[in-house]
């Protein structure tokens, strides 16, 4: 294995050896300290199994602050079978490998995504060309983040993978407000606040948030701009009724490749982002089961603008995107549980290109499409005498578009628990039908295409997954999950000969694998977590796809006001770039192996139970290392931010 491997798993090991001298000298004195609460896991929050085998990772608040971290990429960088790329420190630079994260080999394709972005399970993202845009999540506003590395087509649909940001709640009782400052290297500078309660049977949350840096090279700035606010009712103690709104605005430069990188120059251009999410919700419970229903509108834009710099076409999106959701679960018999609902989807969208010297731009829409779906699910639960759990389900989500007909998506899975013991496995096809981006492209990019896109069909993944954990007693669970993608009928554009150009399901690939990670909490002020990941793709120039990747990290309450957070990683060589919707594109692009080590510092002054500061500092890229996401593209290095928060 290769040297920086070694350096990650050191590094960890460094830092955990002087923890645990520390605890064993400290036994045989007299001196009282105040109670000390469990610290946090690092990296990751949880990772858990619902009832129809679907594991899904967590990283909760307290992971994104120890992290440091300014984006979603930035959040999920540790997460095992999350590969990110980037080019600028604030900022994602028009999605792709500007910035945007990639779950076992999935999500490189442009135009159109595999990889869904949601906010409280519903879309967000560029609606003319399809894929994510990850400037368009609050992170800095969101209690936390859920990733989905396959599927569930009970639970979300039109997918194959998906990240979720999960919406911040008022506490249980009484008011709060809390900020953040903080400034650092490269320009870098960053503010937030929040406020909320509950006052009887209503809660409010309101909170706003601004990041800006320079960047660590000519044009590699950036800037995002966040409010959020949410408003929940409790008509009874059954039913709750929510509206939640998000205004985002941001922009992101792209520093261009360095002379010899054998990239086109795009030094300079512009890649800006805006958009309002109004998303009202109604939840309800009874003694047989609960439901909710949500209704949503999303109206954005997305530019791009680089006549002026790199001599191509400007592109100017507008788009909206608009639906329903509802979802009902009955216990209709003992141990047993049934699942259904109907999703409506609306996308409408125009765009404008704008090439140099051209007096009349090419321009598409708007038009619109429209997809429904529906889906039933079952599970039951039996229990023996030894409290040993058996939990096998079935399910599916029959689909119909108005430009590309209906498709099936069957899952099954089963989940054991017995003890210490959990096991899961499952079967699931995920289908992404085309969005609006086909119908654009062949309008501004290659009028040649023509109507040819009206005969294309959904993309078809089948997924597969098993997966066991064990507990070791309460601080410690080690896991390993195993998984299979099979992706057949991925559309691309083909050139002549023969005539005609045209769109085609035809292309196929495989990604699979295992994720290892390991948890434990030695003592109660130190937990230590650790995790490798190894992906195999098919075809092997699949980009954003590294054979291995290794992670750690470690959270250590050195005393009760003073905590230690480091996080570390290695990701093996890789290919990069965008995956081309042309027939046999090759990814030519390659990035050498790097490993990295992040590490941040707090000092706590509880002024009373509920007044409490904190003083920062975090270290980014301590060993100074150089990486890049692309060729030509260097990331930034050694890199210093100093912060203060304060709440009561």
Known sequence: MKVPTLSCLC???????????????????????????VVATPIVADTTVNPFGFQTTIIGREQIEALNAADVAAALRRTPGVTIARYNPVGSFGGGEGGAVFLRGLGSS??????????????????VFNHPLLDLLPLDLASGVEVSRRAEPVLAGNMFASVNMLVPRAPESGQFIRGTTSAGSFGAFSEKLEAGGRWGPAEIYAGQSYRRADGHRPDADGRLANGLARIGWHVTPRLELSYLAHRTDNRATDPGPEPGAGIPPTRGDVYTTAAWLHLAGANWARAEGAGGLKAYVSDGEANWYRRGTSANADSLND????????????????????????????????????PP????????????????????GANHTWRAADGTQVTPSIGGREYWHEEFGRAWAPQAGLALRRGPLQLHAGFSRAVNFPGLEVAAFSTVAIPALGQTWRTLRPERLEQTEAGIRYDLGAATAIELTVFRNQGRDRFVFVPPPPPPFRFINVETFRTQGAELTFMTRPIKTLSLFAGASKLQATPADLPYAPRWSLVGGLTWRIMPSLTLNVDSSYVSAQR????????????????????????????????DAAHRTEVFVAVENALDREYRYRPGYPMPGIGYTFGLSAGW
């Open 11 to 37: 590094v960890l090991a460094a830092f955990s050896a002087p923890t645990l001298r520390a605890a064993s000298a400290a036994a045989p004195t007299t001196q009282v300290l105040p109670a000390v609460d």
């Open 110 to 127: 442009r135009p159109g995504g595999e990889i869904k972005t949601t906010i409280d399970g519903v879309p967000i993202g560029n609606g």
């Open 319 to 354: 788009y909206r995107l608009t639906g329903v959701r509802w979802r009902e679960s009955q216990h209709v018999w003992e141990g047993g549980e049934i699942v259904g609902g109907v999703d409506l989807d609306w996308t409408r969208g125009e765009t404008v290109s704008v």
């Open 357 to 376: 010297g051209v007096a009349r731009p090419l321009s598409f829409g708007p038009e619109s499409f429209r997809l429904a779906s529906a889906y039933v």
């Open 576 to 607: 990069a770039g965008s995956q081309a919707r042309a027939g046999g594109a090759l990814n030519t692009e390659r990035i050498p192996s790097f490993a990295l080590l992040n590490a941040r510092i707090g000092y706590a002054f509880q002024w």
